[in-house]
T-cell receptor, first 114, second 116 residues
Framework: AQTVTQSQPEMSVQEAETVTLSCTYDTSESDYYLFWYKQPPSRQMILVIRQEAYKQQNATENRFSVNFQKAAKSFSLKISDSQLGDAAMYFCAYKKTSGSRLTFGEGTQLTVNP | DTGVSQNPRHKITKRGQNVTFRCDPISEHNRLYWYRQTLGQGPEFLTYFQNEAQLEKSRLLSDRFSAERPKGSFSTLEIQRTEQGDSAMYLC??????????????FGDGTRLSIL
């Protein structure tokens, strides 16, 4: 079975600074997708960024980028120029290409300090 | 695009009662998913529909749980004889896809269930 581990229950960053959230996963599959979702308090889960495992190039979406290390099964999220609105719970998630379900990590609560 | 809609937002009920939640996916999305999220944890997969067919069920979905998606549009999740451990946020998500195509899942606001 696939597992996703986020070893940082909480992280904090100063506004305008950069922060990296860690995620590792375990799978025997070769084709899969990885995602970072953001869940603000009492609000819906929003997709931040996704990475296809067959692509070597790291995905980037504006201030959000990932460091995907397939051999190490590591998938970290870097947030640059952090903003107050980035404060939320961040979940790393895995989905095998042939599957339907997302497998989520435990989440990292990000606080942005003004 | 009005997003994924879930009703009710909150449900409080006594142990042993039955509850039903509704999810309306994004209109053109043929895939629909249910997840359960307990406090401080990531969501856990419950079940998945493609159109009206329920294609996958997690072992978390005990025989007290049933989900339907008549006509491949909205879906309902029913929990019979609720227990304290059923208290959680129930999330619905939808996506567009066929075969191995993998469009991202869009989530609703969830229904928070509290069992007294």
């Amino acid at each position: 079975a696939q597992t996703v581990t986020q070893s940082q229950p909480e992280m904090s960053v100063q506004e305008a600074e950069t922060v990296t959230l860690s995620c590792t996963y375990d799978t025997s599959e070769s084709d899969y997708y990885l995602f970072w979702y953001k869940q603000p308090p009492s609000r819906q889960m929003i997709l931040v960024i996704r990475q296809e495992a067959y692509k070597q190039q790291n995905a980037t979406e504006n201030r959000f980028s990932v460091n995907f290390q397939k051999a190490a099964k590591s998938f970290s999220l870097k947030i640059s120029d952090s903003q107050l609105g980035d404060a939320a719970m961040y979940f790393c998630a895995y989905k095998k290409t042939s599957g339907s379900r997302l497998t989520f990590g435990e989440g990292t609560q990000l606080t942005v300090n003004p | 695009d009005t997003g994924v809609s879930q009703n009710p937002r909150h449900k409080i009920t006594k142990r042993g009662q039955n509850v039903t939640f509704r999810c309306d996916p994004i209109s053109e999305h043929n895939r629909l998913y249910w997840y359960r999220q307990t406090l401080g944890q990531g969501p856990e997969f419950l079940t998945y529909f493609q159109n009206e067919a329920q294609l996958e069920k997690s072992r978390l979905l005990s025989d007290r749980f049933s989900a339907e998606r008549p006509k491949g549009s909205f879906s309902t999740l029913e929990i019979q004889r609720t227990e304290q451990g059923d208290s959680a946020m129930y999330l619905c998500a939808s996506s567009l896809g066929s075969g191995l195509s993998n469009q991202p899942q869009h989530f609703g606001d969830g229904t928070r269930l509290s069992i007294l």
